[in-house]
């Protein structure tokens, strides 16, 4: 009677660590898609992802970039005051997207263009993604306030 019980708890043990593995695997081939690293212009060209790697990008949109051509597309270059990356969107801006302002854009790195599928702006006066803040002063180009919003 004791072996028996024994060997049901051994059986129920190894049953939930079993079910935790599984749990634990189907979790992490569910995000895989969804998880997007973030990366700074100059972290993009210092070690360039592979084209099939989705991954956001931030900084400034460089002062004159910004180009608007036939139908929905847009070619800008995104800087980080230490490196420059020249990005393409087509789509719809949100209306706070501007030449010399904060952006992240989730896309891809193909040909050494940024190929974006979606652009965020900022949406105040003050606001930027801290993302972009600590990379532009990591480059030494920030000049806003200490902390961002």
Same mark, same amino acid.
């Given at each position: 009677? &004791?072996? /028996? &019980? &024994? #060997?049901? #708890?051994?059986? @129920?043990?190894? /049953?939930?660590? @079993?079910? /935790? @593995?599984?749990? !634990?695997? /189907?979790? !992490?081939? !569910?995000? &895989?898609? !969804?998880i997007n690293l973030f990366r700074s212009p100059s972290q993009v060209l210092a070690e360039p992802p592979a084209p099939d790697e989705v991954f956001r990008i931030g900084g400034l949109v460089l002062d004159g970039s910004l180009e608007r051509g036939v139908g929905e597309e847009i070619r800008f270059v995104v800087t980080d005051g230490g490196a420059e990356v020249p990005a393409v969107y087509s789509g719809v801006l949100p209306d706070l997207f501007e030449e010399n302002q904060g952006m992240i854009g989730t896309g891809s790195y193909v040909n050494g263009v940024f190929e974006a599928t979606e652009i965020l702006a900022k949406h105040d006066e003050t606001y930027m993604p801290k993302e972009v803040v600590d990379a532009l002063k990591e480059q030494g180009v920030y000049q806003g306030e200490d902390e961002a919003s």
């Open positions: 009677m &004791k072996n /028996l &019980k &024994k #060997r049901r #708890r051994i059986q @129920v043990i190894v /049953l939930i660590i @079993v079910s /935790l @593995v599984l749990s !634990g695997a /189907l979790i !992490g081939y !569910g995000f &895989k898609d !969804g």
